[in-house]
């Protein structure tokens, strides 16, 4: 079976909440080369230097290509692809004046955004004013600094999100469309959009046992299926149809990327079971060590459930992102607001945490993939960690077909140093034919999202999950 991945495209159009999201306010439908000039107009000064306001463009492109992508919004039944309340999306001032050079670099870069390494979608490139506010992520009037020291756009970007991100240019242009086919799937109905739910649902299912296994990922919406989606119906408190209307497809894909996303903080490499309650000492601004990173690690759980509070980089150091998210915890749990984290703090989060921990069903935090094997493999290896790159590579085939199949007999030859070296120069990597660490951890976050249910293009599919 061949396929081929839905990469992001640039929407010709997009459509923005002159509000909060529940907050009753007019839509309006722009050009998105239109939407990224407003938001930069409105969110950065015309005198940075331009290596400053490239940086900040570019992160401010990829924040809404996310929302687009992941249909953030529109998978929670809203009719807009993102709002223009700074407490959560970006600023947009519907009809005010442009600046003419923001205006000549969102032109010239409107089709380039970032994307972490190995992952197809584009960076969710959090961004804060850095004096005000603070946030894990890019710090504007640092980018200032950073330019006038000489650094370029890319540079700059790497100092916030870290040295695994690259640029994606020339992204394809198209009219934007939601994923929802269009009609009710049902026993009976067939296709691509069949295979995408059986996929997510068997995703969904490790975190949630009780929804059956669809044994055969065929694309043919049988019994399995239909149970398969009632008993998703019944969790999730939707009407018990065990067919797939849009209410159901958008819940589905809401909770698929819930659960992707706090696995994804799993493998960031504190597991649940390696956290303590214990308060050593009071927490605050300069801190470093343990109880820093697991704070920071309580705290980006509680965001994935409530996005009042901010989730800072886990790091075991106390800077001032950590003491925003902190401060943001404080007010939305009805503390003072202090920044610091004394007992009362400390016990709060805990209690928090644990409570969201404990409505997770029993290997919540299950992987599709083994962690990279502590050596690389290359000509003339054997074994299971070869068996294992030669599965991956596999699936990874179906979408990318430049690569070639693989027997996955654990013999690292020819064929698996040529398919290796295929992967490796379609992703940029320096094509030496060597499963090290990083081409290791390209293939298993490329594989993952394959297996896990990314979106796809229509008549095609990725892989399919056993």
Not at 20 to 40: G, H, L, M, R, W
Not at 115 to 121: C, K, L, P, S, V
Not at 132 to 153: I, K
Not at 177 to 186: M, Q, V, Y
Request: charged residues 20%; glycine residues 8%; hydrophobic residues 40%.
């Amino acid at each position: 079976m061949n396929g081929q991945v839905n990469l992001p495209f640039i929407p010709e159009t997009v459509t923005v909440h002159l509000g909060a999201p529940d907050q009753t306010a007019q839509n309006v439908t722009v050009s998105f080369v239109d939407y990224i000039k407003n938001v930069a107009s409105s969110e950065i000064y015309p005198t940075w230097p331009e290596s400053a306001l490239r940086a900040n463009i570019l992160a401010q492109i990829s924040f809404a290509l996310n929302r687009i992508y992941t249909e953030y919004y529109r998978s929670r039944g809203y009719n807009f692809d993102i709002t223009n309340s700074t407490a959560i999306d970006q600023s947009f001032t519907y009809g005010r004046d442009i600046f003419e050079n923001v205006s000549n670099i969102v032109d010239d870069i409107f089709d380039t955004y970032i994307r972490r390494d190995g992952a197809i979608e584009p960076l969710f490139a959090l961004y804060c004013d850095g004096r005000n506010t603070f946030c894990p992520g890019l710090r504007q009037w640092e980018t200032v600094s950073l330019a006038n020291q000489g650094l370029g756009p890319f540079d700059i970007l790497t100092r916030f999100y870290g040295q695994n991100i690259g640029l994606v240019s020339d992204a394809p242009i198209q009219g934007a469309a939601e994923s929802f086919p269009g009609r009710t799937l049902s026993v009976g109905s067939s296709g691509n959009d069949v295979k995408l739910i059986q996929t997510r649902l068997n995703r969904i299912s490790r975190n949630y046992p009780a929804i059956p296994k669809i044994v055969l990922i065929d694309g043919i919406f049988a019994t399995d299926t239909e149970d398969a989606v009632r008993t998703f119906q019944e969790i999730f408190s939707l009407p018990q149809t065990g067919t797939v209307d849009r209410s159901t497809w958008y819940a589905i894909a809401r909770i698929y990327s819930g659960v992707k996303s706090l696995s994804d903080l799993n493998s960031e490499g504190i597991a649940p079971e390696e956290v303590t309650d214990l308060f050593a000492q009071e927490l605050s601004l300069g801190y470093r060590g343990r109880g820093a990173s697991d704070l920071q690690y309580f705290l980006r759980f509680i965001a994935e459930f409530n996005p009042a509070v901010e989730a800072p980089v886990i790091d075991g150091i106390f800077g001032e992102a950590t003491q925003s998210a902190v401060r943001s915890f404080q007010r939305e749990y009805g503390l003072p607001d202090t920044g610091v984290v004394d007992l009362a703090t400390w016990e709060a989060i805990f209690s928090a945490y644990q409570g969201m921990l404990d409505s997770l069903p029993q290997g919540y935090f299950s992987d599709s993939t083994e962690p990279y094997p502590g050596f690389p493999v290359r000509l003339g290896s054997r074994g299971e960690e070869v068996r294992r790159v030669q599965q991956y590579l596999n699936v990874i085939s179906e979408a990318y077909p430049q690569i070639p199949k693989l027997s996955e007999d654990g013999v690292f030859g020819a064929g698996t140093q040529a398919a290796v070296l295929a992967f490796q120069s379609l992703f940029g990597l320096e094509p030496d034919g060597t499963v090290a660490l990083n081409t290791y951890n390209r293939i298993a976050a490329l594989y993952r999202d394959l297996v896990e249910g990314n979106k796809v293009n229509e008549g095609q599919f990725p892989g399919e999950l056993g």
